[in-house]
């Protein structure tokens, strides 16, 4: 019953630091990805994947990394964090892509304060 | 410029009545349509996907309704509890893959 898991929940990091956010899934989706919530504002794509070994940049990439070794595993990786980057990280996956009506499921949210 | 709209931005309702949230979008080529649930500090929850053939949906207490002529789709909440208290999202996705609109959401307070 795990679904999507993302660690950790709650992270402060300095300017200039890098930190990684994990997310894993045992659903055996495969597609993957990664969203930014900022107060007041919808979602926005920053990275996805379709499967092992293959992940594409979605609107809002910049200062961002991804990889994609297994099924299971896509972290995000932050390399020089930045006071724009303070926001809450959501992870999902899906059978498949979004124009095809399967149902994503959500991981449950890092909060990520850059100071 | 694709587009998804929510309002009202917040609403409160007394535990036991019925509410209606509203959803705009523009964009195309539409494929569906999704309302999520949002709990306080938690992810995202899947309502409802309708495609463009469907009208209507239902889960639960929850009904949502689409015009694809109009672009507007609503979320009906019946018989309210206090469990509702949270942020409805309205996601459209277009044809071409993966560009997803998400709504800023609408918060909803229900009060005892």
């Known amino acids: 019953n795990a679904g999507v898991t993302q660690t950790p929940k709650f992270r402060i990091l300095k300017i200039g630091q890098s930190m990684t956010l994990q997310c894993t899934q045992d659903?055996?989706?495969?597609?993957m990805y990664w969203y930014r919530q900022d107060p007041g504002m919808g979602l926005k794509l920053i990275y996805y994947s379709v499967g092992a070994g293959i992940t594409d940049k979605g609107e809002v990439p910049n200062g961002y990394n991804v990889s994609r070794s297994t099924t299971e595993d896509f972290p995000l990786r932050l390399e020089l964090a930045a006071p724009s980057q303070t926001s809450v990280y959501f992870c999902?996956?899906?059978?498949?892509?979004?124009?095809?009506?399967?149902?994503?499921?959500f991981g449950q949210g890092t909060r990520l304060t850059v100071v | 410029k694709n587009q998804v709209e929510q309002s009202p931005q917040s609403l409160i309702i007394l535990e036991g009545k019925n509410c209606t949230l509203q959803?705009?979008?523009?964009?195309?080529?539409?494929?569906?349509l999704r309302w999520y649930k949002q709990d306080t500090g938690r992810g995202p929850v899947s309502l409802t996907i309708?495609?463009?053939?469907?009208n209507t949906k239902s889960n639960g207490r929850y009904t949502a309704t689409l015009d694809a002529d109009t672009k507007q789709s609503s979320l009906h909440i019946t018989a309210s509890q206090l469990s509702d208290s949270a942020s409805y999202i309205c996601v459209v996705a277009d044809t071409g893959g993966f560009k997803t609109i998400f709504g800023a959401g609408t918060r909803l307070f229900v009060k005892a």
């Open positions: 309708m495609t463009f053939s469907e």
């Open positions: 959803c705009n979008y523009t964009v195309s080529p539409f494929s569906n």
């Open positions: 999902a996956s899906s059978y498949s892509g979004p124009s095809l009506n399967t149902e994503a499921f």
């Open positions: 659903m055996n989706h495969n597609y």
